[in-house]
T-cell receptor, first 112, second 113 residues
Framework: AQSVSQHNHHVILSEAASLELGCNYS??????LFWYVQYPGQHLQLLLK??????LVKGIKGFEAEFIKSKFSFNLRKPSVQWSDTAEYFC??????????FGAGTRLFVKA | EAGVVQSPRYKIIEKKQPVAFWCNPI?????LYWYLQNLGQGPELLIR????????DSQLPKDRFSAERLKGVDSTLKIQPAELGDSAVYLC???????????FGPGTRLTVL
């Protein structure tokens, strides 16, 4: 069955630290990839997406993600986190335009 | 542009009672999704509509859950009767097309006592 794995359920960082959140999926076909974020008290919103082309995609608020097809991965990165990045981050994979599967999420807490 | 609207935001009911959730998607979005989100997990698809047609309802527990999307706009998700295990957040999302980014509503937090 298709699945999406997010390796870290909870991450705690200090401000200015670098962030990398892992995401791996199991599906051999064409995929569209997404990272969504849910800030405290707010609803899920798109952070960035990859459909095709340059595998390094940039999103809002300084986030970027790299699609490595051979590793079935789409890791999220930010060189320097801020307290306002405290949120829950979800990786999502759309398989061939049909089902979108979400990972379990990673809760990031950034210490001021 | 108005976002996805859901109501109610919170609902507390006793088991075996019915409950209904309503969703108004972003204007022009033909694809509408209902998701279930349990604590500590990501959203899980219950049903996906393209216009008024339910094109993926394989994960919808049809013995107690039902959904409709009249005229391809608003949608209602119903549970009858509710069970304790149905306590969760029910999310509605919409998109332009089935493989595009989804816009989520605030969700309805259901508590079944």
């Amino acid at each position: 069955a298709q699945s999406v794995s997010q390796h870290n359920h909870h991450v705690i960082l200090s401000e200015a630290a670098s962030l990398e959140l892992g995401c791996n999926y199991s599906y051999g076909g064409t995929v569209n990839l997404f990272w969504y974020v849910q800030y405290p008290g707010q609803h899920l919103q798109l952070l960035l997406k990859y459909f095709s082309g340059d595998p390094l995609v940039k999103g809002i608020k300084g986030f970027e993600a790299e699609f490595i097809k051979s590793k079935f991965s789409f890791n999220l990165r930010k060189p320097s986190v801020q307290w306002s990045d405290t949120a829950e981050y979800f990786c999502a994979v759309n398989t061939g335009g049909f089902k979108t599967i979400f990972g379990a999420g990673t809760r990031l807490f950034v210490k001021a | 542009e108005a976002g996805v609207v859901q109501s109610p935001r919170y609902k507390i009911i006793e088991k075996k009672q019915p409950v209904a959730f309503w969703c108004n998607p972003i204007s022009g979005h033909n694809t509408l999704y209902w998701y279930l989100q349990n604590l500590g997990q990501g959203p899980e698809l219950l049903i996906r509509y393209e216009n008024e047609e339910a094109v993926d309802d394989s994960q919808l527990p049809k013995d107690r859950f039902s959904a409709e999307r009249l005229k391809g706009v608003d949608s209602t998700l119903k549970i009858q009767p509710a069970e304790l295990g149905d306590s969760a957040v029910y999310l509605c999302a919409s998109s332009l097309g089935r493989n595009n980014e989804q816009f989520f509503g605030p969700g309805t937090r259901l508590t079944v006592l």
